[in-house]
T-cell receptor, first 111, second 112 residues
Framework: QQQVKQSPQSLIVQKGGIPIINCAYE??????FPWYQQFPGKGPALLIA?????SEKKEGRFTISFNKSAKQFSLHIMDSQPGDSATYFC??????????FGSGTKLNVKP | DAGVTQSPTHLIKTRGQQVTLRCSPK?????VSWYQQALGQGPQFIFQ???????QRGNFPDRFSGHQFPNYSSELNVNALLLGDSALYLC???????????FGQGTRLTVV
């Protein structure tokens, strides 16, 4: 049973475009929703995170939109750059910091 | 601050063997979690250690066991290795009750 569903599986955008990655969850007990960026051969790096009491959070070029009633959240990358090409994972966190990850989205930003 | 460090970075083992992976948490962190990441998949929670005890466990068999030492570092042991155990094993550290977790670079385990 997959706790967090992530889409799309892969995404190709041109430099300057705004890729959007979506995630959905079922368990209303989740109370922390981070996004991680992972480059090949590296561990995931925390990008941005949100709690369900806010609907949007921006950090630099990264924005999380959160819809509590729909149990969905998404990552937007403004003015995307080739250096943003990586795999992105959403996660939902419940009791005792147990992370449930989505299946990942491989982003390719073309120059 | 060295962040979360894991050793070794790569490992090749034969089916049926046993393996031990090591993790040093970020300075000041007291909680260590282990994850298995198969190729092309998201990390899957194995278990979590706090105060030298296993606090939570994911859906992994007893072949997977762990330990946390008084300095908060941790080991992951896998017995009777199967080909399907080939994966990137990630360690994440955090502070108790603080959801912000930092991951190490992982140990790539290949079982042949």
């Amino acid at each position: 049973q997959q706790q967090v569903k992530q889409s799309p599986q892969s995404l190709i955008v041109q430099k300057g475009g705004i890729p959007i990655i979506n995630c959905a969850y079922e368990n209303t007990a989740f109370d922390y929703f981070p996004w991680y960026q992972q480059f090949p051969g590296k561990g995931p790096a925390l990008l941005i995170a949100i709690r369900p009491d806010v609907s949007e959070k921006k950090e630099g070029r990264f924005t999380i939109s959160f819809n509590k009633s729909a149990k969905q959240f998404s990552l937007h990358i403004m003015d995307s750059q080739p250096g943003d090409s990586a795999t992105y994972f959403c996660a939902a966190v419940g009791n005792f910091n147990k992370f449930y990850f989505g299946s990942g989205t491989k982003l390719n930003v073309k120059p | 601050d060295a962040g979360v460090t894991q050793s070794p970075t790569h490992l090749i083992k034969t089916r049926g063997q046993q393996v031990t992976l090591r993790c040093s948490p970020k300075s000041g962190h007291d909680t260590v979690s282990w994850y298995q990441q198969a190729l092309g998949q998201g990390p899957q929670f194995i278990f979590q250690y706090y105060e030298e005890e296993e606090r939570q466990r994911g859906n992994f068999p007893d072949r997977f066991s762990g330990h946390q030492f008084p300095n908060y570092s941790s080991e992951l042991n896998v017995n009777a290795l199967l080909l399907g155990d080939s994966a990137l094993y990630l360690c994440a550290s955090s502070l108790q009750w603080n959801t912000e977790a930092f991951f190490g670079q992982g140990t790539r385990l290949t079982v042949v």
